[in-house]
């Protein structure tokens, strides 16, 4: 029982600072589109190849992050037997297929795989907007969907004061939808680029 804490506790440190990593990541990302888009500035050459080589790999990011998520879905339900709520339950629904429709588009270099997971990503980003937000509210209802017997609202995991389930979960769905949007939109950025 003891190593099995360990472990755990281990764990959820590890995929929180990398959920954590991925926020900084994300409010460079914004400021970096404030800077391009409403200052009309380019990035600089350096920053600019930075971006390329994640835009260049952006489906392969997405297909691996996909598949952390469900491993780490499959972790924490089946390791650490934490009982999934009915809302974790539509949010898994939600990324598994992912796995698969990416694996495929990366297989078959699809530039248009955004246009097939956005609605699951946007899907996946309103229910686990929705949990997290309550969660975050201490609020102790019962789980608005189904009668699950697990409550969609218990903080199994609460890492540096704010990171859940949930908003792990959130992170994953937000960092997709980015992903598949830039692998689309690869080409249209060199013409651009080459362009200005």
């Known amino acids: 029982m003891a190593i099995n804490f360990i472990t755990e506790l281990y764990f959820n440190t590890i995929v929180s600072l990398f959920v954590l990593l991925g926020h900084i990541a994300l409010v460079v990302l914004a400021l970096g589109f404030i800077y391009v888009r409403y200052m009309k500035k380019q990035l600089p050459d350096f920053l600019w190849e930075k971006w390329k080589f994640i835009e260049d790999n952006s ?16 972790i924490y339900s089946e390791v650490f037997r934490y009982a999934p709520c009915n809302l974790c339950w539509i949010q898994r629904i939600l990324i598994y297929p992912q796995v698969i429709i990416l694996g495929v588009a990366l297989y078959k270099k699809e530039r248009h795989i955004f246009d097939y997971v956005i609605g699951l990503n946007l899907l996946g980003v309103l229910f686990a907007t929705y949990q997290y937000t309550l969660q975050m509210m201490n609020f102790t209802g019962s ?50 680029r080459k362009s200005i």
Do not use: H, R
């Open 59 to 74: 489906l392969l990011f997405a297909f691996i992050l996909a598949l952390l998520g469900v491993i780490g879905s499959l």
């Open 143 to 192: 789980c608005p969907i189904g009668l699950g017997e697990v409550s969609c609202f218990t903080k199994e995991v609460l890492q540096f004061g704010y990171i859940t389930l949930p908003l792990m979960s959130l992170t994953l769905f937000v960092f997709l939808t980015i992903l598949t949007l830039a692998w689309k939109n690869a080409d249209k950025e060199i013409v651009k």
